[in-house]
């Protein structure tokens, strides 16, 4: 796990440092995408896929995804997730 400080400057811009901007495939010009989480502040690099259930849910009407398989896909994100982690690190 990398842990990194930066300081906030004027009008709230922030220097992401080039190690996790290469890490993450973050390039000048790039668009990010910031979301609180358990009160925590998470940016999400180019190219994140979306949650998956909250795209398929609803797409046909009246069809929603049932409970045990959002389960399933959270934890089948967040093994796929960590494997990527461990080969980065």
Same mark, same amino acid.
């Given at each position: ?5 930066? %300081? ?6 922030? +220097?992401? /440092? ?6 993450? =495939?973050?390039? !000048? *010009? ?9 009160? %925590? ?6 190219? +994140?896929? /979306? ?6 849910? =609803?797409?046909? !009407? *009246? ?27």
């Amino acid at each position: 796990m990398m842990d990194e400080q930066v %300081k906030v400057l004027q009008k709230g811009k922030i +220097t992401i /440092p080039a190690e996790l901007r290469d890490k993450l =495939g973050i390039g !000048e *010009g790039d668009y990010v995408r910031f979301e609180i989480v358990d009160n %925590k502040l998470v940016l999400f690099p180019p190219n +994140t896929v /979306p949650n998956p259930t909250e795209v398929l849910s =609803g797409l046909i !009407e *009246g069809v929603r995804v049932a409970e045990p398989v959002k389960r399933e896909l959270k934890q089948a994100s967040s093994a796929r997730l960590e494997q990527k982690a461990a080969r980065i690190a």
